[in-house]
């Protein structure tokens, strides 16, 4: 699974050209590769919403830890991770 994670947009390009026999841009190739990696593991959204829960998750398993995350409001309804201790 790790090798597939880590196939270039190259890689991708000339697999679909010699397999299909088309040519496809590297744009349009890298969007296959974001797409087929949100649906393994969601979206950026969707993770920074998951991130106090795993966070939590991770605490109750380890009673001594101690987290702390940081984040930047960007609005009133977004937000950027920074990082997590």
């Not at 797409?35 to 939590?56: A, D, M, V």
Request: one cysteine or more.
């Amino acid at each position: 699974m790790k090798k597939e994670l880590s196939t270039s947009v190259a890689m991708i390009q000339d697999t679909i050209e010699r397999d299909c026999g088309h040519e496809v841009s590297y744009w349009k190739a890298w969007m296959a590769k974001q797409k087929i990696l949100e649906r393994l593991f969601g979206t950026y959204e969707e993770s920074f919403q998951n991130l106090p829960k795993t966070l939590l998750a991770i605490k109750d398993s380890n009673p001594e830890t101690t987290i702390t995350w940081d984040h930047k409001m960007v609005d009133s309804n977004k937000a950027t991770f920074r990082r997590a201790f």
